[in-house]
């Protein structure tokens, strides 16, 4: 069974740098065909995709915010950390972690999501 | 970016009922798009991947189809556990999109 667990801050500062660390268990990032991402979702409105990282090291990021995120793996912990800097308060959502499929191409499951408020 | 489209944004039925919901993307993306359910307070849920294939555990009143640029999704008997919003994604190409949401109301 695979589970996936966010963990990180709940409240940052404006300017901040936010880094979130996804927790899994019941899969290997040294597996091929497999990868971790990283969503959010603002409250109210649909989620956004941010990032993903491939068994291989390869990564993929939201053009729109490329400048501001890292993600990163750590295979042995079974643990990838998100980093986005310059936090604001449009920033504010539920960020969830998910376990990705590279061959089906799916997002499954997710973690149950951290709610991150960027207030000063 | 590939933009998605669904409609409608809001659904009223009645338990039994039969519904579609449709996701339309502005270019083609095959077949690589997924159905998601989400209920408050919780994280999406994969229901349907590949447009048509119904993920491991998911009632088969559920079901999806189309490529291209028009996909659909039917739940062919409302249950009330049903009610939720659900969104489509397209899995083609990067960044990975959704479409903004369609929300199931219980008439």
């Known amino acids: 069974q695979i589970t996936l667990t966010e963990s990180g801050p709940t409240l940052v500062k404006p300017t901040q740098t936010l880094t979130l660390t996804c927790s899994f268990s019941g899969f290997s990032l040294s597996s091929s065909d497999v990868g971790v991402g990283w969503l959010r979702q603002p409250p109210g409105k649909a989620p956004e995709w941010l990032a993903l990282?491939?068994?291989?090291?390869?990564?993929r990021y939201s053009p729109s915010l490329k400048s501001r995120i890292t993600i990163t793996k750590d295979t042995s912990k079974n643990q990838v950390v998100f980093t986005m800097t310059n936090m604001d308060p449009v920033d504010t959502a539920t960020y969830y972690c998910?376990?990705?499929?590279?061959?089906?191409?799916?997002?499954?499951?997710w973690g149950q999501g951290t709610l991150v408020t960027v207030s000063a | 970016d590939i933009q998605l489209t669904q409609s409608p944004s809001f659904l009223s039925a009645s338990v039994g009922d039969r519904v579609t919901i449709t996701c339309r993307a502005s270019q083609g993306i095959y077949s690589y798009l997924a159905w998601y359910q989400q209920k408050p307070g919780k994280a999406p849920k994969l229901l349907i991947y590949?447009?048509?294939t119904l993920q491991s555990g998911v009632p088969s009143r559920f079901s999806g189809r189309g490529s291209g640029t028009e996909f659909t999704l039917t739940i062919s008997s409302l249950q009330p556990e049903d009610f939720a919003t659900y969104y489509c994604?397209?899995?083609?190409?990067?960044?990975?999109?959704f479409g903004q949401g369609t929300k199931l109301e219980i008439k």
């Open positions: 994604q397209q899995l083609d190409s990067f960044p990975r999109t």
């Open positions: 590949r447009a048509s």
């Open positions: 990282i491939y068994w291989d090291d390869d990564k």
């Open positions: 998910a376990h990705y499929y590279y061959d089906l191409r799916t997002f499954d499951p």
